[in-house]
T-cell receptor, first 107, second 116 residues
Framework: GQNIDQPTEMTATEGAIVQINCTYQ??????LFWYQQHAGEAPTFLSY????GLEEKGRFSSFLSRSKGYSYLLLKELQMKDSASYLC????????FGPGTRLSVLP | KAGVTQTPRYLIKTRGQQVTLSCSPI?????VSWYQQTPGQGLQFLFE???????NKGNFPGRFSGRQFSNSRSEMNVSTLELGDSALYLC???????????????FGPGTRLTVT
């Protein structure tokens, strides 16, 4: 079967750092993606990991451990506009999305 | 480059009717995937089309079908609509050139379907 788990909600303070975890069990693995989705909008691409390790992209970094079926998204210097849902998605046989983590950034 | 477009953006239908949604992918992209998003179930994969062929299918009943044209545009159809079909239907395109490497998906704005 295919299963992706993420925390449902997280809260952090403006300027802080937050780590959103994702664990997965999927059929096949071609890559892991993180998407950001603001309320009422379509998801937008944030990052992509296919090999183990850390990928850094500005204020966002994503880590992958294929042997552990684990990834995290790290957001630094949080801004109010980062309040959104963050979706972990695994490209295996299909694209399977996690339930999303709703992040609230407080002033 | 123009992004993924979906039409219509909003739709209200009555139970028992059928509906067709349209998606135009990014120019050059050959893969189109469809998703249903509801507050309770999150994003769920419906199917993927590549070069006019259905390449993958999710766990939805046969009332949900789709097709892809030679220009990569895709349509999905839902017959005999049920109240539970009310959702945001998202289309995503990707180059889709290889199943061995991850392809980033670009999402359209979605079609919000309300079934009454």
């Amino acid at each position: 079967g295919q299963n992706i788990d993420q925390p449902t909600e997280m809260t952090a303070t403006e300027g802080a750092i937050v780590q959103i975890n994702c664990t997965y069990q999927t059929s096949g693995f071609n890559g892991l993606f993180w998407y950001q989705q603001h309320a009422g909008e379509a998801p937008t691409f944030l990052s992509y990991n296919v090999l183990d390790g850390l990928e850094e992209k500005g204020r966002f970094s994503s880590f992958l451990s294929r042997s552990k079926g684990y990834s995290y998204l790290l957001l630094k210097e949080l801004q109010m506009k980062d309040s959104a849902s963050y979706l972990c998605a695994v490209h295996g046989q299909n694209f399977v999305f996690g339930p999303g983590t709703r992040l609230s950034v407080l002033p | 480059k123009a992004g993924v477009t979906q039409t219509p953006r909003y739709l209200i239908k009555t139970r028992g009717q059928q509906v067709t949604l349209s998606c135009s992918p990014i120019s050059g992209h050959r893969s189109v995937s469809w998703y249903q998003q509801t507050p309770g179930q999150g994003l769920q994969f419906l199917f993927e089309y590549f070069s006019e062929t259905q390449r993958n299918k999710g766990n939805f009943p046969g009332r949900f079908s789709g097709r892809q044209f030679s220009n990569s545009r895709s349509e999905m159809n839902v017959s005999t609509l049920e109240l539970g079909d009310s959702a945001l239907y998202l289309c995503a395109s990707s180059p889709g050139t290889s199943g061995l490497q991850g392809d980033e998906q670009y999402f359209g704005p979605g079609t919000r379907l309300t079934v009454t």
